[in-house]
């Protein structure tokens, strides 16, 4: 087999050699931006875990939206797994979203909704077909942004077989991989949270993203989303693991979808 190795190159080459590479795409959403340095890269599995009404299909949304301003020309793959996608709510951020924007004459005439394509999977095999057969043919024609999976955990919620089910996780990203190497865009994968208790005192809960282990050594970088108990709207998101620096940042939800919170309000 032919190699691929392409020789070294220096630190200030990188930065330049693959621009595509290395690109990140914005949340549209100042709070997730500073906590990810720009948004998301084109390299690895971006995973944003939460509580139920935390927000993280509003956020998945606005990421599909802002996505297309980001990268020029392009599409966004939206998987559902658990529900129906939200169309309405989607048009509702949409038209926000160019209010917002009324003096770019680019967001104002760009139908957004038509450049998400969609596609629902409610079980391991769907998924496994619609990621290792469908997809790499619509790459093959349609320069895309970012893949969503919303979410991840839902096909593998009645999996019992831990050790195939491990095996799927690699196939998968192993898959996912090569693709995002061919053809540059981002993955963002939402997540389910379980509650699990401190074994030794009983009474430490804690919320942790499902799939375990198996799945959390597959992930690039885990950010997690909780409900805070300053106000019914706010909502705190945390970096978890990644190439970012620990910290965290609060926001809440309005009829554009994920906004930042006031910093005076803590």
Same mark, same amino acid.
């Given at each position: ?5 392409? =020789?070294?190159?220096? =630190?200030?080459?990188?930065?330049? %050699? ?8 914005? +949340? =549209?959403?100042?709070? +997730? ?5 720009? =948004?998301? *890269?084109?390299? *690895?599995? +971006?995973? #944003?875990?939460? !509580? ?21 020309? $392009?599409?966004?793959? &939206? ?16 038209? /926000? @979203? ?15 909704? !038509? ?23 619509? #790459?093959?024609?349609? %320069? ?11 096909? +593998?919620?009645? /999996?019992?077989? &831990? ?17 995002? /190497? ?16 401190? $074994? $030794?005192?009983? !009474? ?29 709207? !706010? ?11 620990? %910290?965290? *940042?609060? @926001? ?13 309000? &803590?």
């Amino acid at each position: 087999m032919e190699s691929e190795f392409e =020789g070294f190159s220096s =630190g200030s080459e990188i930065l330049t %050699k693959h621009a595509d590479r290395w690109r990140k795409v914005s +949340f =549209g959403v100042p709070v +997730f931006d500073r906590l990810t340095g720009g =948004g998301i *890269g084109a390299r *690895g599995i +971006f995973e #944003l875990a939460g !509580d139920p009404g935390s927000g993280k299909t509003q956020i998945a949304l606005k990421l599909a939206l802002t996505a297309q301003r980001t990268v020029p020309n $392009s599409s966004v793959v &939206y998987i559902c797994t658990e529900h129906m996608f939200p169309s309405r709510r989607l048009v509702q951020m949409e038209a /926000e @979203y160019k209010r917002q924007q009324s003096a770019d004459n680019a967001v104002r005439e760009h139908n957004f909704a !038509d450049h998400i394509l969609v596609e629902h999977v409610w079980c391991v095999p769907t998924l496994i077909a619609c990621l290792f057969d469908r997809l790499p043919k619509l #790459l093959e024609g349609t %320069k895309i942004s970012v893949l969503i999976i919303d979410s991840i955990a839902s096909p +593998f919620v009645e /999996e019992r077989d &831990y050790i195939s089910r491990a095996e799927t996780f690699r196939s998968i990203v192993h898959r996912l991989h090569q693709l995002q /190497e061919r053809h540059n865009f981002a993955i963002f994968v939402t997540n389910q949270v379980r509650s699990v208790i401190d $074994s $030794s005192t009983l !009474d430490d809960q804690r919320n942790v993203p499902a799939l375990g282990l198996a799945w959390s050594t597959l992930v690039h970088t885990r950010l997690q989303l909780s409900r805070t108990t300053l106000s019914s709207n !706010d909502r705190r998101c945390t970096v978890v693991f990644g190439p970012l620096a620990p %910290k965290h *940042g609060f @926001y809440q939800i309005d009829e554009s979808g994920p906004v930042d919170t006031k910093p005076f309000a &803590y």
